[in-house]
């Protein structure tokens, strides 16, 4: 039993329609199978099986910070008969939930997998600094980036 049934809270409790919302929309579908890596700091990216599907057929939309992964076969012109049907083809829908300053810096389709970059990209204004503390004699105060890298020795 992979899902939970709320209904019992939902009677319970005032203002918490959010969360209950957030916890039912977690349960992600088994289809099609994904993988997460982290290749740094600040790089991520989603590899997603999708054998069968072209180009046109999927669709990725980021919204703030959610991203909508959307694939749907185009109906074949020919009529095949076949005699075992192993490849699926059906229509899917999956949204993943991004953290702050992220974005989406490239998708790719190869072999049947979709490889999307993901890149966290934070404003330098919210990126530490370091201040400089000034003398006693009024001097304006100078402030300098933080590398976030640790040096190579």
């Known amino acids: 039993m992979r899902t939970i049934d709320f209904a019992p809270l939902y009677r319970s409790t ?17 289809w099609p199978p994904y993988d997460i890596e982290r290749l740094s700091e600040d790089r991520y990216r989603i590899t997603m099986a999708v054998a069968g599907f072209g180009r046109g057929d999927i669709e990725l939309t980021q919204q703030g910070n959610t991203l909508l992964i959307a694939g749907e076969k185009k109906a074949d012109k020919e009529e095949r008969q076949l005699l075992y ?25 190869q072999d049947g997998l ?21 003398s006693a004699s009024g001097r304006p105060v100078e402030t300098k980036q933080i590398d976030q890298q640790p040096k190579a020795a």
Do not use: C, H, W
């Open 14 to 30: 005032v203002g918490f329609d959010q969360l209950f919302e957030m916890l039912d929309s977690s349960a992600r579908p088994d």
């Open 85 to 109: 049907k192993g490849i699926a083809d059906r229509s899917f829908r999956q949204t993943f939930n991004l953290a702050d300053y992220m974005r989406v810096a490239d998708a790719s389709l």
């Open 114 to 134: 979709l490889a999307i970059d993901v890149v966290r990209e934070v404003p330098e204004q919210l990126k530490p600094r370091r201040i400089e503390i000034g």
